[in-house]
């Protein structure tokens, strides 16, 4: 175990500095990012001062060098568009991207598992039936337009939930970090929280949708193969009450591939966060992406590139340890 | 969206989503009969009657797609002012758009989009996945290790943000979201070949040919391949379907397609300026999508049980 | 395991009906003794920065507006100047003006304000020192030679030429509001998320792309505004805001879209304020290239437009119809001008004429997000045109970058037509006629490269004129030659519109489509 630990940390090595290889280029490869950066009147001189003062004249190997070396001393630059540093302007919307993916993912694995675990308990029961077929439409519906459908139901008919942002305007909220939900829970402002939460239900139920659904149907079939398994076979027949079978025996062993599902679906909610987040004017990372690459400012679209890449690397990594850690099964020489 | 048969970086050829991706990898071992034991795969098909009608629902798309000139009420780009923003009615199913297009006729239009993105960007992932798979797997070393590695930093992204990121580079249009898409699934065909190939490699047939010497270029397109052809098989229908969300999403992003071209997911994104007056304009594209997807994912599953040797007939 | 569970969904229900307890609880514990007033403005997207010198955008200069002040200002409804920062000025002969600062004034920071910081906030623009982001002001300041403080309250201006807007410049929101100099050394090149003016406003923080918060300055020259707060929000999507003020979250909004205009006019708790915007709406022509350099092709584009359709239906009919270059607010306009009618059939004529009978294919510019001049966007626009066109044989790309990429590409040489417009800065039409289309400009935004002498003749000789009649009598004619060399198809002029909850007033929309906002109550 601890010789795979070491072997699969090591193995970030190489995948980061591809990972930032990546990253360089979707700057690097731009025809004349000097352009962008100095409007449409820039002069001959200027731009060529510019180049050089962006060492865009050297050879591009030196180039990644010294963007490697910023990046090491977590200099990710600076915005082509608001001048501010990239660092800045991310650590300001990375919070919300997190409470959002946070309050999905806690909403998918609940929902998920408890959906499939009735699914397989009473396999071929109505509830079976619609879990599955809810599955299936959440496997396959896009998330924009389910988040599109949401806020035409809930907001503009329903009119209960607000259609898009993260807080009513112009509410003295008194928060002084961004991760707004945590710090209104833990200091006790319930008002605020309350209008937080309202904020949140819907791009959360989006988010959530695909890996809910997914999460439901790998408990089903995971829980439904389980049963069958001698062990389980043993425990009946040794007279224990179904529930016992089910819960104490079954659902343990059961979960050990849902596990790894839950660990994978973080770094699909992570992507998925960049819709989400468009539709619903949410102010995390996944939208200042997006609005980046319309305002073609790279060095912001390469920080949230790189800092949703880091994160989904090491959810990655934290997966495949805990994997290798509940499950006695798997060996890994 | 592309996430979600995903494995995780670097651990090479591990299949993670353990439960389904233990099944795609389990079609290789046991149905070496190869493309013989299509007859018994159609028997099974034909009895599991979601994947039929995910079938079915697909072939209609393509059906719309093909005959979308004979079949669509206007031209899609026939604009009308007068007309614009007329919630569905006998002459326009559908209703009309802001520039009085008739919807009905630019979802069917937009089916052929879909399905061109679907079978190129898919066609794209194959050839160079299948490639750099079977290049891997059957040369294995160094090679092997530069490939896979690769393919670990390309999933070290979020599907759709690579595919983006791709699209920063390559600047918004069509092929450019086709060769994005494309690239972004490489490593999913790349791993299932090349595990396929590493489970394979040391079976007696390819021993023998190898024995009364084979080249290595005929072994692996006259024995190998046509025995990993089953998860490919499944991993494409698949594929198809994400390729069709991820390509919607980028259309809803604005960097799919350019005006006037009909596309669901770039229709899906103009329709949100209509939510209040106009909100049809986000129902009908957003459940063309959903349909295709929707028979595509059930045509795929049901294709992996009739083709997993496991499961009783 | 069992017991856990339930121990779990316990706890569960628990957290769940305390926390719906107490926000239901919350409402009865609420009233604070001050009721501070806070008024929301919401618009479609962030501010990009809030330093007047780097600036290019509205959303920018629009809460700039609030924050600082100018040496001179514009009147609430007309783009004459009145004194702020400076009390009084003269210029003997257009060349050295000598301005008289108003005593007692403070930055929001304790820094006085005086003659040296106002030279401060020229001398960073200079020339030899400006950053490359100090877009504007080498429009706004380049025709200064020196500043000169002469004492504490008095400073003079030498410009390199005589220059008759030269007023109409200082009042712009954009490169000429004076900042403070000890925060703008203190931040660096961080000041644009730490401004610091003698403003209305003080600024309170930002989070960004949801709100830039202000709080009144109690100590304002010009008195306290009727406000305590003024919140902008950014609400993305023109409908969704629009829904905000319906449902009374917001107090303000602008980017009123044309589709909402009747949805916004049926409530009866709220406003709509229309005016005509000082902007136009226009399509290019590159005529320093095939087909266009040719004035026939020109001229039969123009006819196949249906420019009419477009404003009554595109825009629904919240844009007016332009006749030339010129808005109808703005001075300078020619009500009698003709531009080439609608005429399809006519068109084709003319194509064949000119060797085109079959139509050609051109490359169209145009980007994707609304501006001012155009609340549909560009796209929308470009959409429009290419089926009008296709009607005369003549195929359109509509080649769509994002909005920075667009202007470096109309800048460019690519395409052979291109989507644009442009919101006046001041009222003077040389701010429109000189910078747009002088022979000159064609390095700068002359993007179509035309350049008629006679034209560029007029405009010069206008633009060092300090006569009003004869600058007019000028501007009439250059506009009739332009309206007929049809470098451009002249589109429409979007309305101004703000909509706002009908307990709020004291607005009035300004005709530079500046929001000023202290007046406004609620």
Redesign the interface.
Same mark, same amino acid.
């Given at each position: 175990m601890l010789n795979y630990t070491i072997r699969?940390v090591l193995?970030?090595v190489?995948? *980061?500095l591809?990972?930032s290889?990546?990253?360089f280029?979707?700057g690097a490869?731009?025809a004349d990012p000097t352009?962008? %950066? *100095?409007?449409? /009147?820039?002069t001959a001189e200027?731009v060529a001062a510019?180049r050089e003062e962006l060492g865009l004249n050297d050879p591009i190997l030196v180039q990644y060098g010294r963007y490697v070396l910023r990046l090491a001393q977590g200099d990710l630059g &600076?915005s082509w568009? !608001? /001048?501010?540093?990239v660092s800045?302007?991310i650590k300001? &919307?990375f919070p919300h991207t997190v409470e959002l993916t946070l309050a999905a993912m806690a909403l998918a694995v609940v929902v998920g598992i408890v959906a499939g675990i009735i699914s397989a308990v009473r396999q071929y029961s109505v509830a079976d039936y619609t879990t599955m077929v809810g599955a299936? *439409?959440g496997?396959?519906?896009?998330?924009?337009?389910l988040g599109?459908?949401l806020?035409?139901v809930f907001?503009?008919e329903l009119?209960v939930l607000?259609?898009?942002?993260?807080?009513?305007?112009?509410v003295?909220t008194g928060l002084r970090s961004e991760f707004y939900i945590l710090e209104a829970l833990f200091t006790?402002k319930?008002?605020v929280?309350?209008d937080l939460i309202k904020h949140l239900i819907m791009p959360a139920v989006a988010l959530a949708a695909?890996s809910t659904a997914?999460i439901a149907r %790998?408990t089903r079939?995971?829980m439904l193969?389980v049963v069958r398994q001698d062990y389980v076979r043993t425990a009946r027949a040794k007279g224990l009450s179904e529930?016992v079978v089910i819960?104490?025996h079954a659902l343990k062993n059961a979960l050990?591939?849902v596990v !790894?599902?839950i660990? *994978?679906?973080t770094?699909?909610l992570?992507?998925?966060a960049?819709?989400t987040e !468009?539709?619903f004017?949410w102010?995390g990372v996944g939208?200042?992406?997006?609005?980046a690459?319309?305002?073609?400012d790279?060095p912001l679209?390469q920080g949230c590139?790189l800092l949703?890449?880091a994160v989904?690397?090491f959810i990655?990594?934290a997966?495949?340890l805990v994997?290798a850690w509940i499950d006695p099964r798997i060996h890994y020489a | 969206m592309g996430a979600r048969r995903r494995v995780p970086a670097g651990k090479p050829g591990g299949e993670s989503e353990a439960v389904l991706a233990a099944r795609d990898a389990g079609l290789t071992q046991k149905t070496t009969g190869g493309l013989e034991s299509l007859r018994i795969v159609w028997r099974r098909l034909k009895r599991h009657r979601l994947a039929l009608s995910g079938f079915v629902l697909f072939l209609v798309l393509v059906f719309l797609a093909l005959f979308a000139p004979w079949i669509a009420p206007y031209p899609p780009n026939q604009t009308d002012f007068p007309r614009s923003l007329k919630p569905p009615c006998r002459e326009h199913l559908m209703g009309t758009d802001e520039f009085g297009r008739d919807v009905l006729s630019r979802v069917i239009y937009g089916a052929r989009m879909s399905l061109q993105v679907g079978v190129i960007s898919v066609g794209i992932a194959l050839v160079l996945g299948v490639f750099l798979g079977a290049l891997s797997g059957y040369v294995g070393g160094w090679v092997d290790n530069i490939i896979m590695r690769l393919m670990d930093i390309m999933l070290a992204f979020p599907a759709i943000l690579l595919a983006i990121s791709i699209m920063a580079v390559l600047g918004p249009g069509l092929t450019n979201a086709m060769i994005a898409i494309g690239i972004v699934t490489v490593p999913q065909y790349a791993r299932i070949v090349r595990g396929s190939i590493l489970s394979i490699k040391e079976h007696e047939y390819v021993e023998a040919a190898r024995a009364i010497g084979c080249s290595q270029g005929k072994i692996i397109f006259r024995h190998i391949l046509p025995n990993i052809m089953a998860p490919i098989i499944v991993r494409t229908t698949l594929g198809t379907s994400e390729a069709i969300l991820e390509a919607a999403a980028l259309g809803f992003l604005g960097l799919g397609v350019q005006p006037p071209t009909a596309e669901w997911g770039a229709m899906l994104s103009r329709a949100q300026r209509y939510i209040y007056t106009a909100p049809y304009l986000a129902t009908f594209p957003g459940l063309a999508i959903t349909a295709t997807v929707l028979g595509l994912n059930l045509f795929g599953d049901g294709l992996r049980d009739a083709l997993d040797p496991r499961l009783k007939e | 395991m069992r017991s856990k569970w339930l121990v779990a969904l316990l706890a569960a229900a628990l957290v769940l009906s305390l926390m719906a307890g107490c926000a239901k609880k919350q409402p009865a514990e609420a009233p604070k003794p001050p009721p501070e007033k806070i008024l929301v403005f919401a618009r479609g997207s962030d501010s990009v920065s809030l330093d007047p010198a780097m600036i290019v955008d509205g959303e920018s200069a629009k809460v700039c507006n609030n924050i600082y002040d100018n040496l001179v200002r514009y009147k609430a409804d007309s783009t004459e100047v009145e004194p702020a920062l400076a009390e009084s000025w003269e210029s003997p002969d257009g060349i050295v003006w000598t301005f008289h600062l108003r005593k007692n004034v403070k930055f929001h920071d304790g820094t006085p304000f005086n003659a040296q910081a106002v030279k401060f906030n020229i001398d960073r623009q200079a020339p030899d020192v400006r950053v490359p982001d100090m877009a504007y002001a080498d429009f706004t300041l380049g025709m200064i030679d020196k500043v000169e403080v002469i004492d504490d309250y008095t400073i003079r201006f030498t410009l390199k030429y005589p220059y008759a807007p030269f007023l109409l410049n200082l009042a712009m929101g954009l490169s000429a509001p004076i900042c403070s100099p000890t925060a703008i050394q203190k931040y660096g090149a961080d000041y644009g998320m730490h401004p610091v003016g003698t403003g209305p406003f003080i600024f309170e923080r930002w989070d960004k792309e949801q709100q830039i918060v202000l709080k009144a300055n109690p100590e304002w020259w010009g008195g306290k505004p009727k406000v305590d707060k003024l919140v902008f929000k950014v609400t993305k999507e023109n409908a969704v805001r629009a829904n905000e003020l319906l449902a009374g979250e917001i107090d303000m909004m602008d980017g009123v879209d044309p589709n909402d205009v009747q949805r916004i006019q049926a409530d009866p708790n709220v406003k709509l304020i229309q005016a005509p915007g000082m902007n136009i709406n226009y399509m290019g022509f590159r005529v320093f290239k095939p087909p266009f350099n040719n004035q026939k092709v020109r001229q039969a584009v123009s006819m196949a437009i249906d420019r009419k359709t477009l404003v009554e239906h595109l825009y629904q009919g919240n844009s007016l119809l332009a006749n030339g270059p010129l808005p109808p607010c703005l001075w300078g306009y020619v009500p009698e001008l003709k531009p080439y009618d609608y005429d399809p059939e006519g068109a084709k004529a003319l194509l064949a004429e000119a060797g085109y009978p079959n139509g050609f294919t051109m490359d169209l510019l145009c980007y994707p997000n609304p501006r001012g001049y155009n609340p549909v966007g560009g796209e929308r626009l470009g959409e429009a045109i290419q089926a009008d066109l296709a009607k005369v044989g003549i195929k359109v790309n509509l080649v769509s970058k994002a909005w920075k990429e667009h202007l470096a590409a109309c800048a460019g040489t690519d395409g052979h037509a291109y989507l644009i417009g442009w919101m006046g800065d001041n009222g003077d039409p040389d701010n429109f006629l000189y910078i747009l289309l002088h022979g000159s400009q064609s390095e700068g935004m002359n993007y179509s490269h035309y350049a008629n002498p006679q034209v560029d003749d007029l405009l010069t000789k206008a633009q060092q004129t300090s006569n009003a009649d004869e600058r007019l009598a000028l501007y009439k004619q250059a506009q009739e030659i332009i309206v007929r060399d049809a470098p451009w198809v002249f589109i429409s002029h979007a309305m101004d519109m703000v909509a706002m909850r009908k307990n709020v007033t004291g607005f009035k929309i300004h005709p530079t489509s500046s929001i000023f906002l202290w007046n406004v109550d609620k």
């Open positions: 699969r193995m970030l190489p995948v *980061l591809g990972v290889l990546g990253v280029l979707v490869l731009q352009r962008i %950066m *100095l409007g449409q /009147h820039a200027a510019l &600076r568009l !608001t /001048h501010s540093p800045v302007e300001a &919307r299936l *439409l496997v396959s519906m896009p998330i924009f337009w599109l459908m806020i035409s907001a503009v009119r607000p259609v898009s942002g993260r807080l009513a305007a112009g003295e006790g319930w008002a929280l309350w695909y997914l %790998m079939s995971s193969e529930r819960y104490k050990i591939p !790894t599902v660990g *994978l679906q770094g699909y992570l992507g998925g960049v819709l !468009t539709v004017s102010p939208s200042l992406a997006v609005a690459i319309q305002n073609s790279y679209v590139v949703v890449a989904f690397v990655n990594l997966v495949d994997y | - | -």
